[in-house]
Structures are given as structure tokens and as C-alpha cells.
């Protein structure tokens, strides 16, 4: 492969030896030749051959514009992985798999985007497209694998155990405090946590934030990235009054998931109490992106509107959460929430 | 593995003609005499162009390198879409012709020595060039040879699966 050099330094012109060649080139050509090999005809062959190329090229840039989008939606649902936004990658990879819905790579990020945002429902899809099939991405698969690990928090495996912390709240406050530190090496990391937040649970509900938290802590040593643990000590925090405490915890749990909306509306409702209605009205805003249907993201909008004097709207919120519990038979939120909006509760 | 270069040269010579289409089209572009085309054969050198020396030092670069840009962007383009099926475990048979044309046609990107040594001669060796052409062109006379002698380490190979696999995913990435 190479472009070779021919010197020449004759006047007549060196391939027709006719006509004078036309000075000041390096080589001796009359303009007819000079034109012709400034020409040099490309052949057929090659014409056909370029054609050919084309031809596949276009065939496959057809069917670009449809992998490009994939491609970019895969990628972007790998980099909300990495920053840890899950919604955000749930999303993108749902874009791919809507495409593809084979995809191992999409179905991975789906898979750990559901486990860190406790989303039961996607998390069996994309596990049973997961199952069996081998992933060469040894990087996605330790993810997949530290993403299941973190599910089994919510999975208890000693039932009998848990189902005698029923009984704990009428136990003696030192008991309950302890009840952690008597569990043999034996029981599973995992239902230790459980237990923990169970017996904490009930402490809350009895406004023991002391004890409570006392039980957190233990919990949280055994458990360090418990989600339910690290949540209800939000709250457990928010209520004693260590504003300070409660949001330097929900910034451990934003450190696994950034856009968790639960997480982030007890920001807002931390801010509302510290009297910071802006920034809790950006919190709320963000909490509703992130999950416009999350009943804790739509009870800290409520209340918002509410310290903000937007009393009709934050009264429509309380209904739609009212319907949404109604489904689940449920009425915490609605119960805590209407208390707030008709002043039982000063909430500040 | 020992693989004779010929072979590699038979097996991917969609690029080899590309590369010589490219001092072709390079040297019709500057109105540059060409007196022979090889397109391709299966021998040392696989394909030549015999032309007119060029009447300036950026002429005579762009001839010596015009496969280096040609090769590399008609490689890319061939290779975007099936790279991009292959990333998405989507690739047909098509695509595998497009990545195999879209690798064989940018790996042979590289300048050959041939081509150095005729840069070498028409500007740095050249009576009419300027110092500063001189100066300029000398690293890049290094740096063709480099990578010819790279090519012993399959460095034409690396650079056109660069290319063909690499830079698609890379748009990708730029892109998000």
C-alpha cells in the first residue's frame, strides 16, 4: 500500500511526446494529459464494490435511529446505577427492555434498581429473565449479587422468632432494650435486624423515642445499611428533636438511593419543622418526581400546602391518600395526616 | 500466534482498497497526476498509487494520510450500527458483515512505510520546502512508522476494533 512519486524534467510532454508540457509542475504534462491523469478513471469494480458497501451501510443505518435510542436509554441506565438513582434507572432500562425486552444488561440494571427501591413486582421480572442465563459483565453481575443481599434484609427466615416479638410491647422496656444482645450467633444477621426494628416499631408507636432509638442503634450495628431501621430512626430522631440527627440519617439512605421519594419527603417534613418552608417545598417537589404516587412524597406535598396556607389542596391530597390506604386497608398516613390538617395536631 | 501479514492482508482486503481509493480520491482532489492504481493484490506492497509529486507539503501530507482519515471515518460509519446491535445482544448476520468491513476497513487506517518514505522525500527531503513544513512533517514521518512497526503487535487490528466497537459505544457515552 503505498503512493509513489514520478520526477520528471523534460519541456515536451512526457506521455504523448506531441505537445509542450505546461510549465511550473514537477513533471512534464500537456494539459490534455494533465487532465486525464488528474482523472485516472476509478474502475467499474470499484464502483460496484462502493455500491455494495452503501447498500449494507443503509440497510443498517435503517434500523439505527431504533438501537441508538436503545443504546442511549441502556447507558443512561447504567450511569443512574452507578449514581445510585434508581428511579431514574428502572426508567431507562424499561426504555431498553420495551425494545428488547430479552436484554440481560437491561434486565441486570432493572433488577438493582428494583432491589434498592424495594419494588417486589419488577423484581420478580427481571429475576426470572436473569435466572439461568449467564452474564459475562463480571462488574453488573457483583452488582446484581450486593443487590439481592440488600432484598434479604426484608426476607425473614426464623418466622417463629419474629412472630413472638408480637408479644414484646407488653414487655418491660429493659427487656425489649436487650432483647438483641440475647440472640445466640445462631440466628441470621438479617432476622436479628428484623426483630430490631420490630420491637423499635412498637417503641415508636408508644412514643418510647429513647428506648427506641437505644434499639436502632443495636439494630444498625448489626445491620449497618438497614433500610426500615435507618428509617424509622428518621423519625424516632425528627420526634425527640435531633433535626440535626434525623437528617444526617436520611443522608446514609440517600446514600443508597437517591431518589428515594420516602426519604426524601421526611426531609421536607423536617425542614417544616425547623420552620424551612422553602426548602421543604422543594423537597416535596422532588419527592413527588421521583415517585408521584408514593403516599409519604404526596403526605409532606399535603403539608406544604397546608404551612403554606394552600389548605383546599393539601385537603385534596389527604383524599387521594385516604382512597390509596382504602386499597390497602390501611389509614395511618390518613389518620396522621388529617390531624395535622385540622389543627388536633400542631405538628409545630 | 504467528500470523503472516499476507493473509491478514487477503482476509481484510475491503480496507486495502479502501486505502488506495483514499490516495486516489486525495490526489484527484489537489488535481495531482495519477499514472498507476493497484487497488489490490496479494503481495508486499497489497496495493499502490504512482502519482505526481504534490506541489505543496499540505498536499503532499493530506495524499500520504488521506487513508488514515477516509478509512477511519467510512470504518466507523459501517461499523456504527452493528456495534451498536451487538452492545444490545441484537447483531444478525448483517451485522457481523458490517463490523467485519467496518474493522477490516479501519485497520488498514494506518500510513505504510511506503507512504512515509514518500513523504519523507517530497518534503522533508524536499529542495522547495520550508523549514516549518520540514518540522512539522518530521513527527509525523515518525510517527507512520511508529505505527507500521506497531502493526507487528497488531496495533492495526486494536485500532480499527477501536474504531469499529469502541468509538460507536463512546458516542454513546458522550451522548448521554
Not at chain 1, 443512574?80 to 430479552?102: F, R
Not at chain 1, 408480637?166 to 422496656?173: E, H, I, L, M, V
Not at chain 1, 439512605?253 to 421526611?266: G, P, T, Y
Not at chain 1, 419543622?273 to 404516587?293: V, W
Amino acid at each position: 500500500m503505498e503512493d509513489n512519486l514520478l520526477l520528471e524534467t523534460e519541456e515536451q510532454c512526457i506521455h504523448c511526446k506531441t505537445t509542450q508540457a505546461i510549465p511550473g509542475y514537477p513533471m512534464n504534462l500537456c494539459t490534455d494529459c494533465r487532465n486525464t491523469f488528474n482523472n485516472y478513471p476509478i474502475p467499474k469494480w470499484l464502483w460496484i464494490f462502493a455500491a455494495v458497501i452503501l447498500l449494507l451501510m443503509i440497510a443498517g443505518l435503517i434500523r439505527m435511529p431504533d438501537y441508538f435510542d436503545a443504546s442511549v436509554h441502556l447507558r443512561r441506565a447504567e450511569k443512574a446505577v452507578e449514581q445510585h438513582k434508581y428511579i431514574t434507572a428502572k426508567k431507562e432500562a424499561d426504555k431498553v427492555l420495551k425494545h428488547l425486552p430479552g436484554l440481560l444488561e437491561a434486565n441486570g440494571y432493572k433488577f438493582i434498581a428494583a432491589a434498592y427501591t424495594f419494588d417486589e413486582r419488577n423484581l420478580n421480572i427481571s429475576y426470572e429473565q436473569l435466572q439461568d442465563k449467564p452474564i459475562n459483565d463480571k462488574e453488573l453481575l457483583a452488582e446484581i449479587n450486593k443487590a439481592m443481599e440488600y432484598t434479604e434484609q426484608l426476607i425473614p427466615t426464623d418466622t417463629l422468632l419474629l412472630k413472638s416479638t408480637d408479644n414484646f410491647s407488653n414487655y418491660a422496656t429493659a427487656i425489649q432494650e436487650n432483647f438483641l444482645d440475647s440472640l445466640n450467633d445462631g440466628v441470621r444477621t438479617t432476622d436479628k435486624a428484623l426483630f430490631g426494628y420490630r420491637i423499635a416499631n412498637n417503641l415508636f408507636k408508644k412514643k418510647d423515642y429513647k428506648t427506641c432509638i437505644a434499639v436502632l442503634k443495636k439494630t444498625l450495628a448489626i445491620s449497618p445499611d438497614n433500610y426500615g431501621a435507618t428509617g424509622l430512626l428518621i423519625a424516632s430522631k425528627r420526634n425527640a428533636g435531633d433535626y440535626k440527627g434525623a437528617l444526617a440519617s436520611c443522608d446514609v439512605l440517600l446514600a443508597i438511593n437517591r431518589e428515594d421519594a420516602r426519604i426524601i419527603a421526611q426531609q421536607c417534613k423536617i425542614r417544616l419543622l425547623q420552620k424551612q418552608d422553602k426548602e421543604a417545598a422543594m423537597l416535596a417537589k422532588q419527592a413527588i418526581t421521583f415517585g408521584p404516587d408514593d403516599i409519604s412524597a404526596l403526605e409532606a406535598q399535603a403539608m406544604v400546602y397546608y404551612f403554606s396556607g394552600k389548605k383546599p389542596e393539601s385537603n385534596k391530597l389527604l383524599a387521594r391518600i385516604r382512597a390509596m390506604e382504602a386499597a390497602f386497608e390501611d389509614s395511618l398516613v390518613s389518620e396522621r395526616l388529617s390531624k395535622i390538617l385540622n389543627g388536633t395536631d400542631p405538628y409545630r | 500466534m504467528f500470523i503472516p501479514g499476507i493473509i491478514i492482508t487477503i482476509l481484510t482486503f475491503p480496507g486495502v482498497i479502501v486505502h488506495e481509493l483514499a490516495h486516489q480520491l486525495f490526489c484527484r482532489w489537489f488535481k495531482v497526476p495519477v499514472f498507476e492504481v493497484c487497488y489490490f493484490r496479494a503481495q508486499n506492497p497489497a496495493g499502490y498509487v504512482i502519482h505526481e509529486k504534490a506541489r505543496n507539503p499540505t498536499q503532499a501530507v493530506l495524499i500520504s494520510t488521506g487513508p488514515f482519515i477516509l478509512n477511519t471515518v467510512l470504518g466507523f460509519l459501517i461499523a456504527l450500527p452493528a456495534a451498536l446491535q451487538f452492545k444490545l445482544d441484537a447483531a444478525n448476520p448483517l451485522d457481523y458483515l458490517l463490523l467485519y468491513l467496518g474493522i477490516s476497513i479501519a485497520m488498514h487506517a494506518f500510513p505504510s512505510t511506503g507512504d512515509a518514505e514518500s513523504l519523507w522525500k517530497s518534503v522533508v527531503k524536499g529542495e522547495t520546502s520550508s523549514r516549518l513544513s520540514k518540522i512539522l512533517v518530521t513527527p509525523i514521518v515518525g510517527f507512520i512508522y511508529l505505527g507500521a512497526l506497531g502493526s507487528f503487535f497488531w496495533l492495526d487490528l486494536m485500532y480499527g476494533i477501536a474504531v469499529a466497537i469502541g468509538l460507536p459505544w463512546l458516542l454513546i457515552t458522550l451522548w448521554v
